[in-house]
């Protein structure tokens, strides 16, 4: 199963670029065995337009037929083995890609949320929309890593 992550805005070369294309390379390895990934990152200018404008770029970005999966606040946060047996669940269902959506500053418009498969929050706090394309990234590497079996997550 394909993975898109669809996002508002550009992520800059820095530190965190640098660690989300880490996490992504390392899913992509761990996952390649499993029927996950590859990876894309579809990344649309949120500046101008609001939630709105912003929902229909991030709409044409998601790809035709895929699951789609908003990270929003009021999702509820999964665990970490939750979030791999959700991924796992929409592979072994035949899904061909899984698009996981990241808001701009002022989130996810109504609309598009609705239309969304799952919400899903990590946590009660809000974060900046970049810092997020970090923590889904280590959590889509985590969930390949639960579902490979190997050492990396330990609770």
Do not use: N
């Not at 996002?7 to 800059?12: E, N």
């Not at 404008?53 to 939750?82: F, M, N, Q, T, Y």
């Not at 796992?88 to 239309?115: C, H, K, S, T």
């Amino acid at each position: 199963m394909r993975v898109a992550i669809c996002a508002v805005g550009r992520l800059r070369a820095g530190p965190e670029k640098a660690l989300a294309d880490d996490y992504l390379e390392r899913f992509d390895r761990t996952g390649r065995g499993l029927g996950l990934g590859p990876v894309t990152v579809r990344e649309v200018d949120g500046k101008g337009g609001g939630m709105a404008a912003e929902a229909a770029l991030l709409d044409k970005a998601v790809p035709a037929g895929a699951v789609i999966c908003c990270l929003d606040e009021r999702g509820p946060a999964l665990s970490s083995p939750d979030f791999a047996a959700l991924i796992a669940g929409w592979r072994d269902d035949g899904r061909a890609e899984v698009a996981f959506v990241i808001g701009g500053a002022d989130g996810i418009a109504p609309d598009l949320r609705a239309r969304a498969e799952a919400t899903v929050s990590l946590g009660r706090m809000v974060w900046p929309h970049m810092l997020v394309r970090v923590m889904l990234a280590e959590q889509l590497y985590r969930a390949a890593s639960i579902l490979a079996g190997t050492p990396y997550h330990r609770a």
